[in-house]
């Protein structure tokens, strides 16, 4: 079955600190991944995709994902996070074989201290 | 530049009652997606709309649940006779197109069921 896993649920930085947050999917084809962010009250908003191309993608806010396609994975990255990162980050992807369900994963909320 | 609107924010009902859950989707798009997210889990497809016809139901549950997205007016989520794992976040996207366009999500509705 394809799914989508994200393996920190819960994660607390303090401000200028580094971030990786992991994602790994499972599907056999191909497939377009994304990485969404939903800040307190707010809705879910993107924050960047990967459809093809450099795998190192640029989004907003400075964040960046890396496809790596031999592990399956999408991981996302901040060298530096600030107290307003403080939000749940969710990947997802949609296999390209013509469907329109995203797959997301658990999401991880991530907490930084000023 | 309005994006995706959901309301109400926030629902209270109790076990037996009906909740409604309405989305509009962003100017120009005509196609809808609803997605549940249960406590610690992510978000999961539901349902699928275009304008007046239901494209896709896999993900909703046959009995109690129904979907419209009428011709005029908001897409309507409606749960009937709701039951205590019924409490979840329902969150509402819309696309311009079908597939693997991106889809903007509205900031949910949390039905809480007492």
């Known amino acids: 079955a394809q799914s989508v896993s994200q393996h920190n649920h819960h994660v607390i930085l303090s401000e200028a600190a580094s971030l990786e947050l992991g994602c790994n999917y499972s599907y056999g084809g191909t497939v377009n991944l994304f990485w969404y962010v939903q800040y307190p009250g707010q809705h879910l908003q993107l924050l960047l995709k990967y459809f093809s191309g450099d795998p190192l993608v640029k989004g907003i806010k400075g964040f960046e994902a890396e496809f790596i396609k031999s592990k399956f994975s999408f991981n996302l990255r901040k060298p530096s996070v600030q107290w307003s990162d403080t939000a749940e980050y969710f990947c997802a992807v949609i296999p390209t074989s013509g469907t329109y369900k995203y797959i997301f994963g658990t999401g991880t909320r991530l907490k930084v201290l000023a | 530049n309005a994006g995706v609107m959901q309301n109400p924010r926030h629902l209270v009902r109790r076990r037996g009652q009906e909740a409604r859950l309405r989305c509009s989707p962003m100017k120009g798009h005509s196609h809808v997606y609803w997605y549940r997210q249960l406590p610690e889990e992510g978000l999961k497809f539901m349902v699928y709309l275009q304008k007046e016809n239901i494209i896709d139901e896999s993900g909703m549950p046959k009995e109690r649940f129904s979907a419209e997205f009428p011709k005029e007016g908001p897409s309507i989520l409606r749960i009937q006779q709701v039951v205590r794992g019924d409490s979840a976040a329902y969150f509402c996207?819309?696309?311009?197109?079908?597939?693997?366009?991106?889809?903007?999500f509205g900031p949910g509705t949390r039905l809480t069921v007492l």
């Open positions: 996207a819309s696309s311009q197109r079908q597939g693997l366009d991106e889809q903007f």
